[in-house]
Structures are given as C-alpha cells and as structure tokens.
C-alpha cells in the first residue's frame, strides 16, 4: 500500500524558513513533486524532482527561494524553502508519479498524493 505522508509545516513570520517531508512508503517512485493551494485558489505546480534527484524543475514564483531534493535510501523528498513571503501561504501537498513524463508540472500526471500539511507566512 502506498502512502505519502508529509510534515513539518507551520507559522513562520515573513523571511523566515521552512523545511517540509515527504515520507514514502509502499514502493520508490522516480518523479516526485509539491503543489500547493491557497483558500479560494487553484491548485498549483511548485517544483518537481526526478532521475533520481538528478533532475528538477521550478515554479517561477518560488525559483532562487526553493530547493527541492530527495534522499532515496530514506524514501524522502523534501522542500526547503527559505525567503518565505505571505503569499506563500498555503496547504502544500507531495505527489509520486508512476509513469514517466514531460509534463512534470501538471497534478494530472501524478498518482499518489499526501494529506497535505498547511503553511503559513505572516507579515
């Protein structure tokens, strides 16, 4: 059974930092990624991981702020994320994928999603 399970959101002020998990379990996956969600917001795309870390791909409004990275003896991905602005406030969520594809920063060609665990930036 496969599970992802993220953590280590929280309050943080403007400029502060955070760093999130994503602890799978059930099986490895090549492409790994997070999105995010703000109230009465789509959805969207924040940065995405795969060849084993070789490579990864960034939303512009989080790129130079972000780093995405995984350690594959573990099964883990993780966002650090530094530079944090209000606007970042968010549910973040990890997702695996099972095939491989361009199209990295669509949720649509991700299979397997976490609970979901909540940012939030203060002014």
């Known amino acids: 059974q496969v599970q992802l399970v993220e953590s280590g959101g929280g309050l943080v002020q403007a400029g502060g930092s955070l760093r999130l998990s994503c602890a799978a379990s059930?099986?490895?996956?090549?492409?790994m990624g997070w999105f995010r969600q703000a109230p009465e917001k789509e959805r969207e795309f924040v940065a995405a991981?795969?060849?084993?870390?070789?490579?990864?791909l960034y939303a512009d409004s989080v790129k130079g702020r972000f780093i995405i990275s995984r350690d594959n003896a573990k099964n883990t991905m993780y966002l650090q994320m530094n530079s944090l602005k209000p606007e970042d406030t968010a549910v973040y969520s990890c997702?695996?994928?099972?095939?491989?594809?361009?199209?990295?920063?669509?949720?649509?060609?991700?299979?397997?999603w976490g609970q979901g665990t909540q940012v939030t930036v203060s002014s």
């Open positions: 059930g099986r490895t996956f090549n492409r």
């Open positions: 997702a695996a994928a099972s095939k491989g594809t361009i199209i990295v920063i669509s949720d649509r060609t991700y299979d397997y």
């Open positions: 991981i795969w060849g084993n870390g070789g490579s990864t």
